[in-house]
């Protein structure tokens, strides 16, 4: 067999066993419609909610039947993984649960509410071990200690018992639906829970098409099966950390590339817009990588015009410190939130100028950082400016302009933009 090729698929018998093995720990999550979004794309939209998990994802299931499946020496042995996340929740809770000890390695700028929320779900029975500036220091740490003292890894997605985990959520959306499912959309970080889904939904119910969602900046499987090969992204946008990797697994990316219907990316400034929508007009709290599969609806809404689908709400593990970086990202993308540098002449009245005769009645400065140059005819500032409707740009910047205050105009910059966003 070709290195890196596996004919290895989840079948339903084993899918049926890990829904049995993981019954006392992994709620049977809601399947629920959403009136908003069903009148929005005049489909019938349902949620799973895996958000709504006692870890608040449903990596509890895949990890949870991975470690239940150890033999007693590698039990006494005990688990090691590597994650800053959902996974090291599950693992977390799956230890103290199973009565295994386990060490978690995290990088070391991981932030402490996660640092204690895992610590919480594994109390006495994990150890928490914070290494290095990044994942693949914490990972390959973690590796070390698996080699030197012959514990077991729990891999996040590229293991056989961990897709069968995952893939419970699919025998749980055919047991709940009371029609055919036409479409199911679903985030793909590594691929576990899409390869384990759309395995059980190709034997059980193969019209229905499966579509895999990914981040703009980290399309790793979109790029894989494009070429025919797992491939190694060189760079990644980590903002949609629960879904951003370099490589998906070799046994995910095989049944994925057999599976899926489609693969899309989303723009992260989407799906920030979505997690605030969530937010203020369904109650519904959701982490980036929670709001994928929703996002992806406006992508696809020609084609599930009066069809019935599934948008798997994958988790809800949102730090609440990132909320200004969030609604800024989607001001963004709704091309809302605009950065200049702005000449000002270094005469009294200048600043009171671009204000009254310049921005418009409803435009709204946001940032503005400025150091007054005395031996310059100018001084120039950076200016954040946010607007009513996105059509308000181009009179703006005319008018700066026309009144010789314009610099620069930032968003299309990144290299610069970089130090605002």
């Known amino acids: 067999m070709e290195k890196g090729k596996t004919t290895y698929f989840p079948s339903i018998d084993k899918v049926k066993v890990a829904a049995d093995t993981i019954k006392k720990v992994s709620a049977v999550t809601p399947l629920g419609p959403s009136l908003r979004y069903s009148k929005q794309f005049d489909a019938n939209i349902f949620l799973k909610r895996e958000d709504l998990q006692q870890v608040r994802s449903y990596k509890i299931r ?12 590698e039990s006494a042995n005990g688990v090691v993984c590597a994650s800053a996340g959902n996974h090291a929740q599950g693992v977390a809770l799956s230890c103290k649960l199973l009565k295994i000890k386990g060490s978690i390695y995290m990088p070391a700028p991981t932030p402490n509410q996660k640092v204690e929320q895992v610590k919480m779900f594994g109390e006495d ?37 961990v897709i069968e985990g995952q893939a419970t959520i699919g025998l749980e959306i055919l047991e709940q639906a009371t029609e055919s499912i036409d479409y199911v959309f679903i985030a793909i970080g590594g691929g576990g829970l ?19 969602v990914e981040p703009e900046g980290a399309p790793s499987m979109k790029v894989s099966i494009e070429n025919g090969v797992n491939t190694e992204l060189d760079e990644i946008e980590k903002f949609i950390d629960g879904a951003a990797v370099k490589r998906v697994g070799d046994l995910t990316f095989e049944i994925c590339k057999a ?19 969530l937010y203020n007009k369904d109650a519904i709290v959701v982490e980036p990588a929670g709001a994928l599969s929703i996002s992806a609806l406006d992508f696809y809404a020609d084609e599930i015009k009066g069809k019935n689908v599934v948008c798997v709400v994958s988790g809800s593990n949102n730090d609440i410190t990132r909320t200004a970086e969030i609604k800024e990202r989607a001001l963004l993308y709704a091309n809302l939130k605009h950065y200049f540098i702005v000449k000002f002449p270094q005469r009294a009245g200048a600043l009171r100028e671009f204000v009254v005769d310049i921005l418009g009645p409803s435009d709204d400065i946001t940032f503005f950082q400025y150091a007054k140059k005395t031996n310059r005819e100018n001084g120039f500032a950076v200016v954040g400016i946010q607007l009513k409707s996105s059509d308000d740009l181009e009179p703006l910047i005319t008018k700066m302009k026309q009144r010789n205050f314009f610099g620069d105009y930032l968003n299309n910059k990144p290299d610069l933009f970089q130090f605002l966003v």
């Open 125 to 161: 029975y994990i150890e928490i071990k914070l290494i290095g500036d990044t994942f693949d220091d914490a990972n390959n740490a973690a590796m070390k200690e698996c080699v030197e003292q012959k514990k077991t890894f729990i891999h996040p997605f590229n293991d056989e018992k």
């Open 62 to 73: 895949g990890a949870y039947n991975k470690i239940s499946s150890l033999t007693k020496e």
């Open 259 to 277: 599976n899926l219907h489609d693969v899309i990316t989303v723009p992260e400034g989407k799906v920030c817009e979505t997690i605030l929508e």
């Open 194 to 212: 899409a390869s384990g889904l759309s395995t059980v939904f190709k034997t059980l119910s193969p019209d229905t098409k499966i579509i895999g």
